[in-house]
């Protein structure tokens, strides 16, 4: 029996740590806290890059794209979650679990080529400073913005069409606290080798690839870095660059641990973590990030704040 012939009107469980009732008010408070900071951050860096002329830059471009994604990426899952932890009957329908399913995978794949582009931005800048604004022109932008979207989307149906083909005969008890593909396949009643095969094969072009060249665009810029003669510029550089660094570490070792990790019981509780991690405390850090270790950002904010403050005067 497959999904087609179930009831659409049906509802999924979400188990999440429904067996140890005691972490559900410190994962409420973990939860509430990152979406509000996460929320106020990057609606922060947006306005912020918008308003200020000194950061419509290429950069801040690509930066107020992850903010968007990250606003979006964590809004499709943790309200559901902060609504199941407060109940007790954990549960979403059939048509919230296909709607969580497709965005929140459309946003992750999405966010994994859009890390790949703002390093190629960073080496652009860096290693061929003298051509900048003629390659990272602004419909060169919109391009590599559109290509990073389109492509994360059209891999969410195709992964969500096969993950909701899948017969499941009856089973409804998710062991995960939102509607992710691996959670998703453990509910099947048949085997599911190709299934996993394909998002292995699916996950490597999204994660490792990205990855591979991420760290070939930042062997060049250590490589142009260390041949600037000022200390300013390079601690300058260093500093755009460490940042999107974090980023990328953060983001792509937990989603790499998750996806690409031989499956086993032992690990079940781990992935639930990390899953958090890379669903909600990365894209909470994410403008803390890029803010703290940014002046422009940082003078931006100030400047915004002043006019603010002075047309209410």
Known sequence: MTLENESISGEFILLGFSDRPWLELPLFVVFLVSYILTIFGNMTIILVSRLDSKLHTPMYFFLTNL?????????????????????????????????????????????????????????????????????????????????????????SVLQST??????????????????????????????????????????????????????????????????????????????????HLVVVVLFYGTAIYMYLQPPSPASKDRGKMVSLFYGIITPMLNPLIYTLRNKEVKGAFKRLVTRVFLIKK
């Open 67 to 155: 903010s968007l994604l990250d606003l979006c990426y964590t809004t499709s899952t943790v309200p559901q979650m902060l609504v199941n932890i407060c109940s007790s009957r954990k549960v979403i329908s059939y048509g919230g679990c296909v709607v969580q399913l497709f965005i929140f995978l459309a946003l992750g794949s999405t966010e994994c080529f859009l890390l790949g582009v703002m390093s190629f931005d960073r080496f652009v800048a860096i290693c061929r400073p003298l051509h900048y604004s003629v390659i990272m022109h602004q419909r060169r932008c919109l391009q590599l913005a559109a290509a990073c979207w389109i492509s994360g989307f059209s891999n």
């Open 162 to 243: 096969w993950t909701l083909e899948m017969p499941r005969c009856g089973h409804k008890k998710v062991d995960h606290f939102f509607c992710e593909v691996p959670a998703l396949l453990k509910l099947s009643c048949v085997d599911t080798t190709a299934n996993e095969a394909e998002l292995f094969f699916i996950s490597v072009l999204f994660l490792l690839i990205p990855v591979t060249l991420i760290l070939i665009s930042y062997a060049f810029i250590v490589q142009a870095v260390l041949r600037i003669r000022s200390t300013e510029g390079r601690r300058k550089a260093f500093g755009t660059c460490g940042s």
